[in-house]
């Protein structure tokens, strides 16, 4: 918020911020302590055109489009308190309502949970020696001496085992990734199940699984496990659909989207070593492209 001037009087001043209105320019009107009234400019990047308009009126602000813009602006504003108010009915802050019914009703989060929970102790954090580990890998990996050792081309799948696509989100590695990797999932699998449904969250799921498996395997091979590519396609998807709709009810916190995107950046960087940083980028960019096709084609057929 920044002040671009001060006007005489009060009367004068709120007509002035009405025609900003009008013009989409954000603003307040406050009392100064030199006893003017201040005009007040909510974002940056419109200084310059209400600065404009400042001068402009103040050279005459007997124009009719002044006085004319006090019911329009009315309407505007109307419009917008609204949407605010559609906004914060339609808002869930899952970390505040984890106790409540509809937090449980969100039954895909839950299958999810105990899926990764049941296959990391099946597999005993993705031991290579478990039975299970070998069936949930992309492909089957031999551990010879010191090494481990592929076939190329993911036979297994080629030759029906599509499930491998998939599967490998479900282990972890560790108390600690499963943990962080679960955290982020309750949260925002279930803002995503609760305003867009179950059969949208899978489809999010199975999309976003397979593609940041399959980056992954092309980064590093096949020795990966973990279900953060599908967290990160989450986040994406969260973070772009409170840009393109923001009255959706599905949103994040700047500070968190702030953390998440340094955790991508220490890992690519090697920061943070033992990560996929294949199915995190992968992922990421599957969920912005859920959030942004649909907007960008609407725009495009208006």
Known sequence: MRQIGTIANQSLAERFGNYLVVRGVANTIEPSQSGDWAVWVAHEDQLDQAQRELEEFNRNPDQPQYEAAIGQAAKILSQQEKLERKRRKNFIDVRTKLGQP??????????????????????????????????????????????VEWLPGLPEIRHGQVWRLITPIFMHGSIWHILFNLFWLRDLGAMIELRRGTWFLLILMVVAAVAS??????????????????VYALFGY????????????????????IIMIAWLFACMFHLIRGVANGAHVAGILMGLAFAYVPYWTRRLLR
């Open 102 to 147: 509809q937090q449980w009703n969100t039954p895909l989060t839950w299958i999810l949970i105990a899926l990764c929970i049941a296959a990391t102790a099946a597999t005993n954090f993705g031991d290579l020696s478990y039975v299970a580990s070998d069936w949930l890998y992309m492909t089957h990996i031999q551990v010879v001496g010191q090494f």
């Open 213 to 230: 498996n399959l980056a992954q395997y092309a980064w590093d091979g096949p020795m990966f496990l973990g279900i953060s590519g599908v």
């Open 238 to 257: 969260v973070w772009g659909k409170s840009r393109t709709d923001p009255t959706s009810g599905i949103g994040i916190r700047r500070e968190t989207a």
